[in-house]
């Protein structure tokens, strides 16, 4: 049973920096793509950043290239977001996913069949 856990979320100025963690277990980690997306009230989740398993491979929302940093610890079971330079339109709840599908690449999609989420962990940034 495939289980994420993010942590790091939480109330930031703007042009500050906050490090989202997500714990996964349940399979073998390195064979799979991981992403995270976001969901602002009222709006839908997009898609913000993507790793492959090897961690060779990166692709990200044009909306944070430049500013976010996605990475994986493969011995941790362990994929990170790294955002610096925040603004308010990255307040969001951010989700960690995980393909459902070993051995591909890039993770883009926000459907549920396309990979297992986590619980979601809240990003505030003030201005």
């Known amino acids: 049973q495939v289980r994420l856990v993010e942590s790091g979320g939480g109330l930031v100025q703007a042009g500050g920096s906050l490090r989202l963690s997500c714990a996964a277990s349940?399979?073998?980690?390195?064979?799979?793509?991981m992403a995270w997306f976001r969901q602002a009230p009222g709006k839908e989740r997009e898609f913000v950043a993507t790793?492959?398993?090897?961690?060779?491979?990166?692709y990200y929302a044009d909306s944070v290239k430049g500013r976010f940093v996605i990475s994986r610890d493969n011995a941790k079971n362990t994929v990170y977001l790294q955002m610096n330079s925040l603004k308010p339109e990255d307040t969001a709840v951010y989700y960690c996913?995980?393909?459902?599908?070993?051995?591909?690449?890039?993770?883009?999609?926000?459907?549920?069949?396309?990979?297992?989420w986590g619980q979601g962990t809240q990003v505030t940034v003030s201005s």
């Open positions: 996913a995980q393909s459902a599908v070993a051995d591909t690449f890039p993770l883009t999609s926000a459907t549920a069949v396309s990979a297992y």
């Open positions: 790793i492959s398993g090897s961690g060779g491979s990166t």
């Open positions: 349940g399979r073998i980690f390195s064979r799979y793509a």
